[in-house]
């Protein structure tokens, strides 16, 4: 009997060490298959981020293209600039300002002209579908700082964090479609400039050729005789898109303008057409 026993507890004792075997095996085994999943997952992974990548190029590629294509469709559609024919840059400071502005927007639309709207970055983000329409309609946007400190008394630093922080509410405003109208000129506030101002902005400087003067008057008529008395081909005219009595002085101006045979242009517009390349850290006055 204890040859028998012997024999069961050897028999016994090998299938335990068979079955500890076959249990490990089995653990490195799921072990195994759980790393080589959890491999293969990051290789599959990685395969989607360059596969979705490779998609969002594409994409972002044929997006690109539609858009230039709408520019280029816009623009077209916009009266032509006559190089040889007398124009006027109507420049409008310290908005955007909702109604006024719109108005001023209706009345130059209305009469085939465009215009400069100097705006400052703190008002700007508010008026994102006012921003957009002038890009869209052949306007142009400049920077006024962002809340109109005269930039004669700020340091280098804080003259570049003025502009700087314009451009980036415009951009807020402007969104991806309308970017390309981010502002590449400067008016600086109250026209304030010395040599540290001049090399700190880093765009060019727009200043004007006709004070109207509409935000000290506040008067309609006054207004138009400032403008209708003095404008010559290549004036820079100055006015502030915040007051009724401005917006109500263009509906007089504007219509007058164009019936005297001047385009009216943007800023850009006008400085291209009279063959006068615009340079950062200059001052313009007048283009002629
Ligand atoms: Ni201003």
Same mark, same amino acid.
């Given at each position: ?78 009266? &032509? ?58 306007? &142009? ?18 003259? &570049? ?45 727009? &200043? ?81």
């Amino acid at each position: 009997m204890k040859g028998i026993k012997a024999r069961w507890g050897t028999a016994v004792g090998i299938f335990l060490m068979i079955g500890m075997l076959f249990t490990q095996t089995v653990d490195i085994a799921v072990a195994d298959s759980a790393r080589y999943i959890e491999f293969a997952a990051a290789d599959s992974v990685e395969d989607a981020d360059e596969a979705a990548a490779a998609m969002g190029n594409v994409i972002a590629a044929r997006q690109k293209a539609k858009e230039d294509a709408e520019k280029a469709e816009r623009q077209e559609k916009l009266p &032509q600039v006559d190089a040889a024919k007398p124009m006027i840059a109507l420049t409008f400071d310290d908005g955007p300002s909702g109604a006024v502005t719109e108005r001023i927007l209706n009345i130059l639309e209305e009469n085939g002209g465009r215009g400069t709207f100097f705006v400052v970055g703190y008002r700007v983000g508010s008026y994102p579908s006012l921003v957009q329409r002038m890009i869209e309609n052949g306007h &142009q946007l400049g920077n006024h700082s962002y809340d109109h400190k005269d930039f004669t008394k700020l340091s280098v630093k804080n003259v &570049q964090a003025q502009v700087a922080d314009t451009q980036h509410a415009a951009l807020g405003a402007l969104g991806d479609e309308y970017a390309y109208g981010l502002p590449a000129v400067v008016r600086l506030p109250y026209g304030a400039a010395n040599s540290t101002v001049k090399a700190a902005v880093g765009m060019p400087m727009i &200043q004007w050729s006709v004070d109207t003067r509409d935000w000290q008057t506040r008067n309609a008529a006054k207004t138009v005789t400032s403008v209708l008395s003095s404008a010559r081909d290549g004036d820079i005219i100055l006015m502030h898109d915040l007051y009724p009595q401005t917006a109500a002085a263009c509906e007089e101006i504007i219509p007058k303008l164009r019936e005297r045979g001047f385009q009216l242009v943007t800023v850009d517009e006008l400085f291209a057409a009279k063959g006068i390349e615009l340079k950062p850290g200059v001052m313009y006055f007048k283009a002629r």
